[in-house]
């Protein structure tokens, strides 16, 4: 399975300010009011830089554990290909791109940066993108911490009115289900992980994948790692088709989709789904 590449990839990067939360410490650098959202938005365009056309889905992504948005880029830019407005921040405790040492615990922040952005570009869109994110269905995605964050900001948080349609958790942890049913329906899942995780085992994920609502799906990749599963690993680009199918699924109803979905399973590749 791969994704054909339809479109080009158009990429700028935005600072989105929430000036109502602080920063964390990290070694020299103290912590500050405000957090800067540095963040890097991939877009579909034509060969003549035209915006695909219509309402376009937005993933809002974080990074995992001491990595940056720029360790994800092929798969980000396999996602934007493929018709989709990915939105890319660097969270301010653990992304390696900031200055300082990352600080883990800042994760506790990172569902509302990740909803903060989602409702910037909801706001106040660049204008380029204004046709294609008006109403557009909003999926949060993540890896290993980033999962984490996604997945709390689906079902655990408060923090924005936009409505989370839908979570893609690679490599996550089970989050509490405090605020599940805040959109009317809880968001569906894809859940995604490696049998040789040796960071977050594969029960981590499973146990978030069982206790969300359906429609959700499991993702085993055999001897798939933490971090190679999604970045360097010969089945990635089977990954990202799998993401664009269920994106597409639960943003526009594709019923391609939803049979390539059931279809995808092979090779190092299981799927359970209900």
Same mark, same amino acid.
């Given at each position: 399975m791969s994704i054909g590449p339809r479109w080009s990839v158009r990429q700028a990067t935005f600072d989105f300010n929430d000036t109502s939360r602080a920063s964390p410490r990290r070694g020299p650098y103290p912590a500050h009011t405000g957090r800067t959202l540095h963040t890097t938005l991939r877009w579909p365009v034509s060969e003549s830089g035209q915006v695909a056309p219509g309402t376009l889905p937005l993933?809002?992504?974080? !990074?995992?554990? %001491?990595? $940056?948005?720029?360790?994800?880029?092929?798969? =980000? %830019?396999? =996602?934007?290909?493929?018709?989709?407005?990915?939105?890319?921040? *660097?969270? @301010?405790? *653990?992304?390696?791109?900031?200055?300082? @040492?990352?600080? +883990?615990? %800042?994760?506790?922040? *990172?569902?509302?940066?990740? *909803?903060?952005?989602?409702? $910037?570009? +909801? !706001? %106040? @869109?660049?204008?380029?993108?204004?046709?294609a994110l008006r109403n557009a269905p909003l999926i949060v995605a993540g890896h290993s911490d980033g999962a984490t964050a996604a997945a709390g900001a689906a079902y655990a948080s408060a923090c924005s009115s936009v409505p989370i349609r839908a979570v893609v958790a690679m490599s996550a942890n089970d989050v509490p289900m405090t605020d599940a049913l805040r959109f009317g329906t809880p968001p569906a899942l894809l859940a995604v992980t490696g049998s040789a995780d040796e960071v977050n085992p594969p029960a981590h994920t499973q146990a978030l994948y069982r206790h969300v609502a359906a429609p959700a799906w499991f993702v085993t990749v055999d001897g798939g790692r933490h971090l190679a599963t999604f970045t360097s690993d010969p089945d990635r680009t089977s990954i990202d088709a799998l993401i664009v199918d269920f994106v597409f699924l639960v943003a526009n109803r594709d019923e391609g989709a939803r049979k390539r979905l059931a279809d995808a399973a092979g090779g190092r590749i299981h799927i359970t789904s209900r």
């Open positions: 993933i809002v992504f974080a !990074h995992g554990y %001491d990595a $940056s948005a720029a360790t994800y880029a092929a798969m =980000l %830019d396999d =996602l934007a290909r493929a018709g989709i407005v990915v939105a890319a921040p *660097e969270l @301010p405790g *653990e992304s390696r791109a900031l200055p300082g @040492p990352t600080v +883990e615990t %800042d994760l506790a922040n *990172e569902p509302c940066d990740l *909803e903060f952005v989602a409702a $910037s570009l +909801e !706001h %106040d @869109p660049p204008p380029a993108l204004r046709r």
